[in-house]
């Protein structure tokens, strides 16, 4: 069930990376919490592509932690991920994304489920600050083709604005910035 009540049978397949941000503007101009577009953001992203069968978003602590934050799909025992670990880990502590077409291949990869053959993990970041990451999980080998890359880097080019005007508004001169709202 949606956070959102009827709002998600809006939501169809194939929603491009344009629609889903437009979709989220609308929410923000609405007035929509923080939390709940970050919710809204996996919603739609996780119900644009069949293939997606855990979508979620991991933030990173001061503390080089990543926390999982809301997702759809099977629990995780990841719930926080060290920086440099796991495939989540080492897209931070490399600064880059990180599409891995096949998980059985990568030395690094922290077993979510054992249904999940491929993973893509696209930061949230505005330059050199990154703020957290989407994280996706597929079935299906080499799930993630290049316009699919794409339409989630636009997604997570929107949050990384709205990561950027939340932070700029929960920080607290000359301290760290605040989760609080
Ligand atoms: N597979 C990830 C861990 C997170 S779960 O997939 C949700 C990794 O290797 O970092």
């Known amino acids: 069930m949606s956070v959102f009540g009827n709002r998600t049978s809006m939501v169809g397949l194939a929603s491009s990376g344009e629609q889903i941000c437009h979709r989220l503007e609308g929410l923000r101009k609405r007035g929509e919490s923080f939390e709940n577009l970050l919710s809204a953001a996996v919603e739609y992203l996780h119900n644009s592509n069949s293939r997606f069968h855990w979508t979620g978003i991991y933030e990173l602590f001061p503390d080089n932690f990543l926390r999982l934050g809301p997702f759809i ?13 796991g495939v989540c880990g080492t897209a931070v502590a490399e600064e880059r994304n990180i599409n891995v077409p096949d998980v059985s291949k990568a030395a690094n990869y922290l077993p979510c489920s054992s ?34 890359v794409a339409q989630v880097e636009k997604v997570a080019d929107w949050l990384a604005t709205l990561y950027q005007q939340h932070r700029g508004a929960t920080r607290t001169i000359g301290g760290p910035a605040s989760s609080e709202p």
Do not use: M, W, Y
Not at 73 to 85: L, S
């Open 73 to 85: 799909g099977a629990p995780t025992d990841h719930v926080f991920i060290c920086v440099g670990q």
């Open 115 to 148: 249904a999940t053959k491929s993973e893509l993990v696209i930061l949230i970041r505005k330059g050199s600050t990154i703020f957290a990451q989407i994280d996706i999980d597929s079935h299906e080998l080499n799930a993630f083709d290049p316009s699919t």
